[in-house]
């Protein structure tokens, strides 16, 4: 079974500086997706990025950034020059394509992102 | 304005009462999802569906059943052989493309008192 791996239950960040979120994850498939999801305290998802496992180049969002180490099985989200409105929830999702059939999607136990001004 | 729309928001059960929980979508999308939040953490599958009539278990569904009769519509039962359910309920969709990312509810919190 596919499963999703969030190593740090908290972090905290300076504002306007660089702080970097973790995830891993356990596969047997070549080919797959990963996504990173912000919750505010509105408890809304809010999609942040997503990578196409078959895409070997990183994904980029304006300041937010991921380092995809296939072999490794990791996923990590880099967020520049954070702002206030980076504190929330970040959950890291995986999620099975449609050629096995009804898709999957899985997420990890979650980060909670503190913005110190 | 196409969405995801889940309700109520706010939902109080007594113990032993079943209750269904709605969850409607109009961006004609393929999958649809329930999952479970819990304070402070992440969020656990319950139940997902592809098509029409179809839909498999998640990694909790003991307790709880849905039905996927048509398209738009993914509703879940809290039955009374659910042992904790209060908690917070997250219903989303998606298409099946590629890489298109799934789309969230506002969620339902559900008591039991």
């Known amino acids: 079974a596919q499963t999703v791996t969030q190593s740090q239950p908290e972090m905290s960040v300076q504002e306007a500086e660089t702080v970097t979120l973790s995830c891993t994850y356990d596969?047997?498939?070549?080919?797959?997706?990963l996504f990173w999801y912000k919750q505010p305290p509105s408890r809304q998802m809010i999609l942040v990025i997503r990578?196409?496992?078959?895409?070997?180049q990183n994904a980029t969002e304006n300041r937010f950034s991921v380092n995809f180490q296939k072999a490794a099985k990791s996923f990590s989200l880099k967020i520049s020059d954070s702002q206030l409105g980076d504190a929330a929830m970040y959950f890291c999702?995986?999620?099975?394509?449609?050629?096995?059939?009804?898709?999957?999607?899985?997420f990890g136990q979650g980060t909670r992102l503190t913005i110190n001004p | 304005d196409g969405g995801i729309t889940q309700s109520p928001k706010y939902l109080f059960r007594k113990e032993g009462q079943n209750v269904t929980l709605s969850c409607e979508q109009n961006l004609n999308h393929d999958a649809m999802y329930w999952y479970r939040q819990d304070p402070g953490q992440g969020l656990r599958l319950i139940y997902y569906?592809?098509?029409?009539?179809?839909?498999q278990k998640g990694d909790i569904a003991e307790g709880y059943s849905v039905s996927r009769e048509k398209k738009e519509s993914f509703p879940l039962t809290v039955t009374s052989a659910q042992k904790n359910p209060t908690a917070f309920y997250l219903c989303?969709?998606?298409?099946?493309?590629?890489?298109?990312?799934?789309?969230f509810g506002q969620g339902t919190r559900l008591t039991v008192v």
């Open positions: 569906s592809q098509i029409v009539n179809d839909f």
């Open positions: 999702a995986y999620r099975t394509p449609t050629l096995l059939g009804a898709q999957k999607l899985v």
């Open positions: 596969t047997s498939e070549s080919d797959y997706y």
């Open positions: 989303a969709s998606s298409m099946t493309d590629r890489v298109t990312e799934a789309f």
């Open positions: 990578q196409e496992a078959y895409k070997q």
